[in-house]
């Protein structure tokens, strides 16, 4: 049993990487990107933030990406709840073109073969 509680805390503390997927109605690119910015501007004064990078689709220029790394899954899911009634979220919810998709991920930690 113990080992159980060791192995869930272990898996609690692992730095992990949130992708967000986003895409933005037609037109809506430029003011999309400047609020997509803004939330990830904000970021920053949150604990357990480390880091984040955006990337916009060459090929389709309403389609972000953000990789943002977090210092455990417990902190990305507090500032989540934080921060989705902030203006900045209901200022970029309408521009969508769909529901923006969240994967919580960790780095494979296995020796390369």
């Not at 113990?2 to 992708?19: C, D, H, K, Y």
């Amino acid at each position: 049993m113990q080992a159980s509680v060791m192995n869930f805390t272990v898996q609690e503390e692992v730095m992990i990487t949130l992708i967000w997927d986003t895409w933005l109605k037609p037109g809506m690119e430029d003011e999309g990107l400047g609020f997509t910015r803004k939330v990830w501007s904000d970021m920053r004064s949150f604990d357990g933030y480390v880091s984040h990078q955006l990337f916009i689709d060459q090929d389709a220029p309403g389609h972000i990406i953000a990789l943002a790394q977090w210092r455990t899954r417990a902190d990305a899911d507090a500032v989540r709840e934080k921060y989705k009634n902030s203006e900045t979220i209901h200022q970029l919810l309408p521009l969508l073109a769909r529901p923006r998709d969240r994967w919580v991920t960790r780095e494979d930690e296995a020796p390369y073969a």
